[in-house]
């Protein structure tokens, strides 16, 4: 198990889009559970942590992957309740 997680990690890293299915996956089981407002929530907040992050150490942000790292689980999130709620 340790060795598929290191294998999807380093996948991840290798495109900014990888990084985007990953967080596409993450958002189902938070979905199902808190809804798409939770959910949209969590991921914008955590993506506005990582951008503070980078700006305490002087790293210059990729707003297109923070923003993708949002956006991308807010619609897998969406519709997952479409697709529950109809």
């Given amino acids: 198990m340790i060795k598929l997680l290191i294998a999807i990690n380093k996948w991840s890293d290798t495109k900014t889009w990888h990084s985007w299915v990953i967080h596409g996956l993450g958002a189902i089981p938070i979905a199902l559970v808190f809804g798409l ?9 955590r993506e ?26 807010s619609l897998v999130a969406g519709l997952i309740g479409v697709l529950v709620n109809g």
């Fill in 37 to 45: 407002n939770a959910t949209s929530t969590f991921f914008l907040l």
């Fill in 48 to 73: 506005l942590e990582q951008l503070a992050h980078e700006k305490m150490n002087g790293v210059t942000p990729d707003y297109q992957d923070h923003l993708g790292d949002w956006i991308i689980p």
